[in-house]
């Protein structure tokens, strides 16, 4: 389910989209604050099996900061958590207070801390996942929404049809007639734009990152593997089944250590992909 089509808060937010308050990350991002305070959300199963806090720099302490001093990382989170509070202070509050108002807590105190959660939440978490523009914008043939769709697309490729969509790196299945029909009518779907949308997936956003991934994911365009069109799967990455008690890991792309510490908070020893980002001044 998409930020925009969540029955309390979807309305709202599609306000604040369309007026340009937000953009497709940070909204997912504000969503992701509004929902962890709301007691009685849909979501908090969900919420309580992630984690409350993380490595990234975001989180370091004073002292754990200065052990980045003299790197390009260092000064970078500084910036980072500069631009947050700035960000949290001149619009996530306001917008957050807002949002919670509609669920009847006008008077709940949405701090820094919770936004800072939401964030890291959202840019470890992540995937930047494929799909048919008819399932992302449904009423776009029809002329409607075509604002949005302009707005939330990061970038858009031809390919054909709806079938397996994949990374290339790395709810109850509906009676037997009602999932024959959503089966039929994805697979009629014919050519058309395929969107890269970023999301969360439950499930498999607990994957860790891996050189030698143990699987890829794939987007299941008809249904034709899990029985739900559009749904999300895992794939053996080897020719061998997965032993049995051995850790899911998924590959997070071709990063170095600086960029997985950015990003996840953490670093891999022996990283192939490591490299040394050495900044030169000039004048002008």
């Not at 009685?40 to 806090?53: A, E, G, I, R, V």
């Not at 998924?250 to 990283?271: A, P, R, T």
Request: glycine share 8%; with cysteine; proline share 5%.
């Amino acid at each position: 389910m998409s930020v925009l089509q969540d029955p309390l808060l979807g309305p709202e937010c599609r306000a604040m989209f369309e007026e340009g308050e937000v953009d497709d990350r940070l909204l997912i991002t504000l969503f992701l604050t509004v929902e962890h305070l709301r007691e009685n959300s849909s979501w908090k199963p969900y919420f309580d099996m992630l984690p409350t806090t993380f490595g990234n720099p975001l989180w370091f302490s004073e002292d754990e900061l200065l052990e980045l001093k003299g790197t390009t990382l260092y000064r970078a989170a500084q910036l980072q958590k500069k631009t947050l509070q700035s960000l949290f202070d001149e619009k996530v509050k306001r917008l957050a207070t807002k949002l919670l108002t509609l669920d009847g807590h006008p008077e709940r105190d949405v701090k820094f801390e919770d936004f800072l959660w939401a964030n890291s939440i959202f840019w470890s978490r992540a995937l930047n996942i494929p799909f048919p523009r008819c399932y992302i914008f449904p009423m776009d043939s029809e002329g409607q929404d075509s604002d949005i769709s302009s707005k939330i697309v990061n970038s858009a490729t031809q390919t054909n049809g709806c079938g397996g969509l994949s990374n290339g790196e790395s709810a109850k299945v509906p009676e037997y007639d009602a999932l024959q029909d959503k089966v039929a009518s994805a697979a009629s779907i014919s050519q058309g734009e395929i969107v890269w949308v970023e999301g969360l997936v439950p499930g498999i956003d607990f994957c860790n990152h891996d050189f030698k991934a143990a699987a890829t994911w794939e987007v299941d365009g008809t249904g034709a593997t899990t029985g739900v069109p559009f749904s999300m799967y895992l794939l053996s990455a080897g020719e061998n089944p997965s032993l049995i008690e051995k850790e899911i890991s998924i590959s997070y792309g071709n990063k170095g250590n600086e960029e997985l510490l950015y990003l996840y908070g953490f670093v891999m020893n022996d990283n192939p992909d490591d490299y040394l980002m050495v900044i030169y001044l000039t004048n002008n």
